[in-house]
């Protein structure tokens, strides 16, 4: 982060200091401020935190301060456990020296405070002007791409939560679904309040004969449903609050874990507490109203006005509709549901993910670079290949569905001709471990190392956009962290889907692993077992 992240921010360190611009200057001591977790996991709670030394990649840091237990960073499911300024990137992260120099490295995700009186629009229109005169310097007029300014407190922006473009619409519905389920509900307590009004038609005529007024038995019938319902949401409460933790569970995977806090708060008990007083009013009022309509010669007798008979059955009946139509309404929503569960499990991913397995593989700590990390990765692959019942393994920097992603510009013919397509690293059995045939072309293979030409693998999505009426075999293109040199199409595989089952399979680009001068520190192992 930038030497005044915590200052726009306007978060302040629990113990210690924040980064400052002094910390971000080249030259300036390494530092770090860490999250609580960190704090109190790895470092023992320690009240003299301050000053100790850590290490990040081999590289001694010295914390200046610890994070409240609530900050967690701006990326919302996720938790940051430690910042460093921005001038350390080179010396943390493979290829970071590209990320302050190079136009094409845009890991960055720009953020601001608005001045007082400055909107949204006044902010999007100057940063536009400055966007554009950036891209002229660069020579990337042609791009598509333009400036949004959005507001960072409601957690819409994709550069630092998905989870609201993933789960939102979902969310939506089953609020639309736990609606309809309360008013069936509601529904169903109706009409048993005022079946038992109906049977308490002696006692409250004597009471009517005693003097009580008809507003006073009114009001003992809407607080007796009144305690019904703040029992009902206080047992929702407490079933809200140890289900929280299972609904978090089901948003992460092992890949991807999720860091939410969403146990009931005040928030939450004031809005249950303003829907059981809503639903006492609109279904415990008509039962209290109708139940309080006695006179004593009935009571005492043991009659039932007709008119009355016949309003209670209209109002019950009513009820029965209600419950009815609702219900169908759910019925016809889960079978949509189920149907939607059998599309997705129909949709082609583009490539076989039965029998296949994925594992983490950190080499960060191993200090192997070049041909001896190559050759090492390669003796794991051979090793790995030849147990029982493996049919195919590969490494590759990221897995299909997974959590990371990559991508840069692509020029091709001397024009750009692509901005962010999706690129991946990846050994010869790559294709063969997820079942992947190719349309044209060949796969790549052990000659295809740092000493070979350079060549790439493409899907139809990238020929289709870059090369629409020609034969992309045997053609050039320039790749945007890689400067001038040419890579060479040498396959073209199908498409296969990326982030979601859901979207259109992007154009990808897949690179020989052996070719790649700074691999990432965790590598995905794919592994295809056999059916027996």
Request: with cysteine.
């Amino acid at each position: 982060v930038s030497g005044n992240y915590f200052q726009v921010l306007g978060v302040h360190p629990w113990i210690g200091r924040g980064l400052t611009p002094g910390d971000d200057r080249p030259g300036a001591t390494p530092t770090a401020v860490v999250s609580y977790v960190l704090w109190s996991d790895l470092l023992s709670k320690g009240t003299d935190v301050v000053g100790k030394t850590i290490f990040i990649q081999n590289l001694p840091v010295a914390v200046v301060g610890v994070m409240p237990r609530e900050f967690t960073g701006l990326d919302v499911g996720k938790r940051t456990d430690v910042m460093v300024p921005t001038n350390l990137i080179s010396q943390i992260m493979p290829e970071g020296d590209h990320a302050l120099t190079d136009h094409a490295w845009n890991m960055w995700h720009l953020m601001g405070r608005l001045r007082p009186g400055v909107a949204p629009t006044q902010a999007t229109a100057s940063l536009s002007v400055l966007y554009t005169q950036l891209l002229a310097e660069i020579g990337g007029t042609g791009s598509k791409e333009r400036i949004d300014v959005e507001a960072g407190a409601t957690g819409s922006s994709p550069y630092y939560s998905d989870l609201r473009g993933q789960y939102s619409r979902s969310l939506w519905v089953l609020m639309v679904v736990v609606g309809l389920v309360l008013l069936i509900a509601c529904a169903n307590v109706a009409n048993l309040l005022l079946a038992r009004a109906n049977s308490r038609g002696r006692e409250f005529g004597i009471r009517l004969a005693l003097g009580a007024a008809r507003g006073q038995l009114i009001r003992q019938l809407l607080v007796e449903n009144a305690l019904l319902a703040l029992a009902g949401g206080a047992l929702g409460m407490w079933l809200a609050y140890l289900g929280s933790y299972g609904l978090v569970r089901l948003l992460s995977t092992t890949q991807n874990q999720v860091f939410l806090d969403i146990h009931p708060d005040a928030r939450v008990l004031a809005f249950t507490a303003a829907v059981a007083l809503l639903t006492v009013l609109f279904f415990g009022l008509v039962p209290a109203v109708r139940g309080s309509r006695v006179t004593l010669n009935e009571s005492l007798q043991g009659a039932v006005r007709t008119t009355s008979n016949q309003g209670h059955a209209s109002l019950n009946r009513l009820i029965v509709v209600g419950q009815v139509a609702m219900s169908l309404v759910l019925l016809v929503g889960a079978g949509l549901f189920v149907r939607t569960l059998y599309n997705l499990h129909k949709v082609d991913p583009g490539f076989d993910p039965q029998r296949v397995m994925v594992f983490h593989v950190s080499w960060g700590r191993t200090r192997l670079e070049g041909p001896q990390l190559n050759n090492a990765l390669r003796e794991i692959l051979d090793r790995v290949s030849a147990l029982p019942g493996i049919r195919a393994a590969s490494f590759s920097n990221f897995a299909p569905f997974g959590s990371g992603g990559w991508n840069m510009w692509v020029k091709a013919d001397g024009r750009q001709a692509l901005q962010n397509p999706y690129f991946n690293a990846v050994t010869p059995g790559y294709f063969t471990t997820f079942g992947t045939s190719f349309l044209l072309g060949r796969n790549f293979d052990t000659q295809d190392d740092a000493t070979a030409a350079r060549v790439i693998v493409v899907n139809k999505a990238f020929v289709r956009e870059v090369f629409p009426s020609a034969d992309p075999l045997g053609k050039q293109v320039l790749l945007g962290l890689q400067g001038d040199i040419p890579f060479e199409i040498i396959g073209i595989v199908p498409d296969a889907k990326y982030y979601s089952l859901r979207e259109e399979a992007p154009p990808q680009i897949y690179l020989p692993y052996f070719q790649s001068r700074n691999p990432p520190e965790v590598l995905v192992l794919e592994v295809r077992v056999s059916s027996a």
